[in-house]
């Protein structure tokens, strides 16, 4: 599904360039599971940025499904973000005055879908990572592993082909953490394609492949036995 190549990212700081990514090359089969690993300042959050269309490589290219996503414009690039993403963050990124239900059906209002269809597929997203009964409770009322369950209904919201999740159990405690993970590996186990970017290793555990980044470069790809 994912199929890049030389990829590199460089960032212009004063008078210096920085590589934030020096050359790489990776692919990923639909349905994978995979962690990014990597300190910070490693590339990886740069890496995750240009495969969800938030960012453009400098140079190399990216294939998604056959398409050239380096030549998209603005417009297509936004587009493919809407269709063919969902994004999952550490800091959930829920819109205080809005309820579970309403936070979920934000990318569908985007995608131009009608209210009656958006409730709906919002009021199941939630059901599916078990919040239906919390649908009309606002994030405030909500513990930290309810928003985060929440923030992954809004990026299952318009059925990505890939799951993109940064550092996602970064602000919950252990217990939390776990049970969130447990939700990626069933979403995985249904044929959702997962990518998953940490720096903690125990995270990087739960997935079956392990791609490790230093330095913008990758240093080490590994599959579990079974995968």
Same mark, same amino acid.
């Given at each position: 599904?994912? %199929?890049?190549? *030389?990829?590199?990212?460089?960032?212009?700081? @004063?008078? #210096?360039?920085?590589?934030?990514? /020096?050359?790489?090359?990776?692919?990923?089969?639909? !349905?994978?599971?995979?962690?990014?690993? $990597?300190?910070?300042?490693?590339?990886?959050?740069?890496?995750?940025?240009?495969?969800?269309?938030?960012?453009?490589?400098?140079? !190399?290219?990216?294939?998604? *499904? $056959?398409? %050239?996503? &380096?030549?998209?414009?603005?417009?297509?690039? +936004?587009?493919?973000?809407?269709?063919?993403?969902?994004?999952?963050?550490?800091?959930?990124?829920?819109?205080?005055?809005?309820?579970?239900?309403?936070?979920?059906?934000?990318?569908?209002?985007?995608? &131009?879908? #009608?209210?009656?269809?958006?409730? #709906?597929?919002?009021?199941?997203?939630? %059901?599916?990572? $078990?919040? &239906?009964?919390?649908?009309?409770?606002?994030?405030?009322?909500?513990? &930290? @592993?309810?928003?985060?369950?929440?923030?992954?209904?809004?990026?299952?919201?318009?059925?990505? =082909?890939?799951?993109? /999740? *940064?550092?996602?159990?970064?602000?919950?405690?252990?217990?939390?953490?776990?049970?969130?993970? +447990?939700?990626?590996?069933?979403?995985? +186990? $249904?044929?959702?394609?997962?990518?998953?970017?940490?720096?903690?290793? =125990?995270?990087?555990?739960?997935?079956?492949?392990?791609?490790?980044?230093?330095?913008?470069?990758?240093?080490?790809? #590994?599959? =579990? +036995?079974? /995968?």
């Amino acid at each position: 599904m994912i %199929d890049i190549k *030389d990829l590199r990212k460089v960032f212009v700081m @004063g008078e #210096e360039e920085v590589a934030a990514l /020096a050359g790489v090359t990776l692919s990923i089969a639909r !349905g994978e599971n995979v962690a990014v690993i $990597g300190p910070s300042g490693s590339g990886k959050s740069s890496l995750m940025n240009i495969l969800g269309g938030l960012d453009r490589p400098t140079s !190399g290219s990216y294939l998604f *499904d $056959g398409e %050239d996503v &380096g030549s998209f414009g603005d417009d297509e690039l +936004a587009s493919f973000r809407r269709r063919r993403i969902g994004f999952v963050f550490q800091s959930f990124q829920l819109l205080p005055r809005l309820t579970a239900l309403q936070n979920v059906e934000l990318p569908m209002i985007y995608a &131009g879908l #009608e209210p009656r269809e958006r409730r #709906e597929r919002a009021a199941a997203m939630l %059901d599916r990572v $078990g919040l &239906g009964p919390r649908k009309g409770h606002r994030p405030t009322q909500l513990s &930290g @592993g309810q928003q985060q369950r929440v923030a992954i209904a809004r990026a299952l919201a318009n059925s990505p =082909d890939l799951l993109l /999740a *940064d550092e996602p159990t970064g602000a919950l405690d252990t217990q939390t953490g776990l049970e969130v993970l +447990a939700l990626f590996k069933e979403l995985n +186990a $249904g044929g959702l394609t997962l990518i998953l970017v940490t720096h903690d290793l =125990d995270v990087a555990a739960a997935a079956r492949r392990r791609v490790s980044f230093r330095d913008g470069l990758i240093v080490s790809d #590994e599959r =579990d +036995a079974a /995968a």
